[in-house]
C-alpha cells in the first residue's frame, strides 16, 4: 500500500505530534499577533494557528504574502479543540508557499450568480458545498456498484460507439465512423445487456449516456451517468421489486455513510430515511385520474411530463412507481400488455418532494414477430436490430430491466436545484466549456 502521509481526516490519530499538511488555503485572517489560516487538503479542512512570537520573522511576513487558494506546506503540532471547525486545530510552527496567485481567486464567499459559477466550474469544483455534493457522488457510484456485486449481477461494458439507436430516435449525437459513416453516441447500454442476460443471467453496466435533447430543465442533462440492470426471467413487477430494493438500499447506505456530507449542504434526512420499501405502485390511469383531479389538462395517451411528475411526486412521501403506460409514449422494446393492449409493461419511477423520474424500467419484447412489426412501425433500420432479434430467436425468454440516471437521484439524495451541480463537468444544450 501507498502512505500518503498525514492527511486532515486522520487527525485524531495526530493529537499532540507534529506534522505536515499539503492544501489550499480556503480562508485566512489576521488580528495583529496571530494569522487564523484555514487550510483544505481534500480530506476536510484544518484551523492553523500562526502566532507571531512562536515563529520566525520571516514566516510571519509570508503570512501577509498568502493569499486565498494559495497552495502551501504548512508544518505544526495537531491540537483538540472542540470550538475549531473540525474539532482539531494546528498552531503552526513552519509555512513553505507552494504557489501564491497573482491574482484574487474569483470565487469568493460572496454570492455568484450561477453563469458565472457554471463558467468557472474548474474552480468551483474546489468550494465546500460541491465537495460535498460530489464526495457523495462517489460513494453513491461505489454502494450501488456494490449492491450488484453482491446479489450476483455480472458487470457488462457496454459500447458508447453504437450503430442502432437506443432509445428514442429524436435525440441522438451522431459521429463520424470510419467507412460506416456515422456512429451514434449510446443513449442507453439496454439493447447490449438484453443479450448479455442471456449469457448471466442478471448483468449491470454503469456508464456515460448521451442525449442530444433540446431541453433545458433542471433535469436534463446531455450526457449523464447511468447505471442499468436486466434480469433473465423477471416480469415487469419483479422489476419494480427490484428496483424498490436497489433504491432503499443506496439510499440508507448514503444517509448512513454521508451524514456529515449532508449535513453540510444542508439536507434535511428526515424524508430519506422514509424510503424504504415497499413503493406505492399506481397505474398510467390512475395517474392521469390524480392529475386531472388536481386540475391539470392530461388526457389519456398523453405522456406524463416534467410537470405531470412534479405533481404526482410531491403527492408521495415516497418514490412512487407510474405503470403501463400507452405505448405510443414508449420505446419501441417494450412488451405489449396482454391485458390492454394500448399499454406496455412498463414503469417510471418518481422521486418524491417534486424531483420526478429518477428510473425507467420494462418487461422486454420477447416475441420476434411483434418486435419486428414495431421496429418497421418506428421506421427503423431492420438490418442494425438483427442482432437484437437474434435475441429473440434462440432461446427467448421473459426478461426485464431498467436504467436509473446517476445525476437525477443524486440531485435528490442532496436536494439539489438541478443536475448541473451532480455532475463535475456538465454537459448541457449551452453549455460545453469548461
Ligand atoms: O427513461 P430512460 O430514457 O430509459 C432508458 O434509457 C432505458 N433504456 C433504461 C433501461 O431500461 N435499461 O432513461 C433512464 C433514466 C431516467 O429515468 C433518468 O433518470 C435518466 O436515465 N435520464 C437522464 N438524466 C439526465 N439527463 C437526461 N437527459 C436524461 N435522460 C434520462
Ligand atoms: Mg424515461
Same mark, same amino acid.
Given at each position: 500500500?501507498?502512505?500518503?502521509?498525514?492527511?486532515?481526516?486522520?487527525?485524531? /490519530?495526530? %493529537?499532540?505530534?507534529? %506534522?505536515?499538511?499539503?492544501?489550499?488555503?480556503?480562508?485566512?485572517?489576521?488580528?495583529?499577533?496571530?494569522?487564523?489560516?484555514?487550510?483544505?487538503?481534500?480530506?476536510?479542512?484544518?484551523?492553523?494557528?500562526?502566532?507571531?512570537?512562536?515563529?520566525?520573522?520571516?514566516?510571519?511576513?509570508?503570512?501577509?504574502?498568502?493569499?486565498?487558494? !494559495?497552495?502551501?506546506? %504548512?508544518?505544526?503540532?495537531?491540537?483538540?479543540?472542540?470550538?475549531?471547525?473540525?474539532?482539531?486545530?494546528?498552531?503552526?510552527? /513552519?509555512?513553505?508557499?507552494?504557489?501564491?496567485?497573482?491574482?484574487?481567486?474569483?470565487?469568493?464567499?460572496?454570492?455568484?450568480?450561477?453563469?458565472?459559477?457554471?463558467?468557472?466550474?474548474?474552480?468551483?469544483?474546489?468550494?465546500?458545498?460541491?465537495?460535498?455534493?460530489?464526495?457523495?457522488?462517489?460513494?453513491?457510484?461505489?454502494?450501488?456498484?456494490?449492491?450488484?456485486?453482491?446479489?450476483?449481477?455480472?458487470?457488462?461494458?457496454?459500447?458508447?460507439?453504437?450503430?442502432?439507436?437506443?432509445?428514442?430516435?429524436?435525440?441522438?449525437?451522431?459521429?463520424?465512423?470510419?467507412?460506416?459513416?456515422?456512429?451514434?453516441?449510446?443513449?442507453?447500454?439496454?439493447?447490449?445487456?438484453?443479450?448479455?442476460? !442471456?449469457?448471466?443471467?442478471?448483468?449491470?453496466?454503469?456508464?456515460?449516456?448521451?442525449?442530444?435533447?433540446?431541453?433545458?430543465?433542471?433535469?436534463?442533462?446531455?450526457?449523464?451517468?447511468?447505471?442499468?440492470?436486466?434480469?433473465?426471467?423477471?416480469?415487469?413487477?419483479?422489476?419494480? !421489486?427490484?428496483?424498490? /430494493?436497489?433504491?432503499?438500499?443506496?439510499?440508507?447506505?448514503?444517509?448512513?455513510?454521508?451524514?456529515?456530507?449532508?449535513?453540510?449542504?444542508?439536507?434535511?434526512?428526515?424524508?430519506?430515511?422514509?424510503?424504504?420499501?415497499?413503493?406505492?405502485?399506481?397505474?398510467?390511469?390512475?395517474?392521469?385520474?390524480?392529475?386531472?383531479?388536481?386540475?391539470?389538462? *392530461?388526457?389519456?395517451? /398523453?405522456?406524463?411530463?416534467?410537470?405531470?411528475?412534479?405533481?404526482?411526486?410531491?403527492?408521495?412521501?415516497?418514490? %412512487?412507481?407510474?405503470?403501463?403506460?400507452?405505448?405510443?409514449?414508449?420505446?419501441?422494446?417494450?412488451?405489449?400488455?396482454?391485458?390492454?393492449?394500448?399499454?406496455?409493461?412498463?414503469?417510471?419511477?418518481?422521486?418524491?418532494?417534486?424531483?420526478?423520474?429518477?428510473?425507467?424500467?420494462?418487461?422486454?419484447?420477447?416475441?420476434?414477430?411483434?418486435?419486428?412489426?414495431?421496429?418497421?412501425?418506428?421506421?427503423?433500420?431492420?438490418?442494425?436490430?438483427?442482432?437484437?432479434?437474434?435475441?429473440?430467436?434462440?432461446?427467448? *425468454?421473459?426478461?426485464?430491466?431498467?436504467?436509473?440516471?446517476?445525476?437525477?437521484?443524486?440531485?435528490?439524495?442532496?436536494?439539489?436545484?438541478?443536475?448541473?451541480?451532480?455532475?463535475?463537468?456538465?454537459?448541457?444544450?449551452?453549455?460545453?466549456?469548461?
Amino acid at each position: 500500500m501507498i502512505e500518503d502521509g498525514f492527511m486532515i481526516s486522520k487527525s485524531a /490519530d495526530h %493529537v499532540g505530534r507534529e %506534522v505536515t499538511i499539503r492544501g489550499w488555503i480556503s480562508h485566512i485572517r489576521s488580528s495583529g499577533a496571530l494569522y487564523f489560516i484555514e487550510v483544505r487538503d481534500g480530506t476536510g479542512y484544518m484551523q492553523t494557528v500562526v502566532v507571531r512570537d512562536e515563529v520566525s520573522d520571516e514566516i510571519f511576513d509570508t503570512c501577509s504574502k498568502l493569499k486565498i487558494e !494559495s497552495s502551501l506546506a %504548512v508544518t505544526g503540532t495537531i491540537r483538540a479543540d472542540s470550538r475549531a471547525p473540525g474539532g482539531f486545530e494546528m498552531i503552526v510552527k /513552519d509555512i513553505e508557499p507552494l504557489h501564491i496567485p497573482e491574482q484574487e481567486y474569483p470565487i469568493s464567499t460572496k454570492a455568484h450568480g450561477v453563469d458565472f459559477l457554471m463558467e468557472n466550474r474548474h474552480l468551483w469544483v474546489r468550494s465546500g458545498r460541491q465537495l460535498a455534493i460530489l464526495r457523495v457522488r462517489s460513494e453513491l457510484i461505489k454502494v450501488l456498484r456494490d449492491y450488484f456485486h453482491t446479489n450476483g449481477y455480472v458487470l457488462i461494458d457496454t459500447p458508447i460507439l453504437t450503430g442502432a439507436v437506443g432509445e428514442s430516435s429524436g435525440s441522438f449525437f451522431e459521429t463520424e465512423y470510419f467507412d460506416f459513416g456515422k456512429a451514434t453516441l449510446a443513449q442507453t447500454g439496454q439493447l447490449y445487456l438484453e443479450a448479455a442476460a !442471456s449469457a448471466f443471467n442478471k448483468v449491470f453496466c454503469f456508464g456515460p449516456t448521451f442525449r442530444a435533447e433540446k431541453s433545458k430543465t433542471r433535469r436534463h442533462l446531455a450526457e449523464f451517468w447511468m447505471v442499468e440492470a436486466e434480469v433473465a426471467f423477471y416480469d415487469s413487477d419483479q422489476n419494480m !421489486s427490484l428496483q424498490e /430494493d436497489v433504491i432503499s438500499y443506496v439510499i440508507q447506505n448514503i444517509v448512513n455513510s454521508c451524514g456529515r456530507e449532508l449535513e453540510n449542504i444542508g439536507r434535511d434526512v428526515g424524508p430519506l430515511k422514509k424510503i424504504k420499501p415497499p413503493f406505492p405502485r399506481i397505474s398510467y390511469t390512475e395517474a392521469v385520474e390524480i392529475l386531472v383531479k388536481k386540475g391539470l389538462p *392530461v388526457e389519456w395517451g /398523453d405522456d406524463i411530463g416534467g410537470d405531470e411528475e412534479t405533481v404526482l411526486s410531491e403527492s408521495f412521501e415516497k418514490p %412512487v412507481f407510474i405503470y403501463n403506460y400507452p405505448k405510443g409514449v414508449k420505446a419501441f422494446y417494450m412488451k405489449p400488455n396482454p391485458e390492454d393492449d394500448r399499454t406496455v409493461l412498463c414503469n417510471d419511477l418518481l422521486a418524491p418532494e417534486g424531483y420526478g423520474e429518477i428510473i425507467g424500467g420494462s418487461q422486454r419484447n420477447d416475441d420476434h414477430d411483434s418486435l419486428l412489426a414495431r421496429i418497421k412501425e418506428e421506421k427503423l433500420n431492420v438490418e442494425l436490430y438483427r442482432w437484437y432479434l437474434d435475441i429473440r430467436r434462440y432461446g427467448s *425468454v421473459t426478461h426485464s430491466g431498467f436504467g436509473l440516471g446517476i445525476e437525477r437521484l443524486l440531485a435528490f439524495i442532496c436536494k439539489l436545484p438541478h443536475v448541473r451541480e451532480a455532475i463535475p463537468f456538465p454537459r448541457l444544450i449551452n453549455r460545453l466549456y469548461p
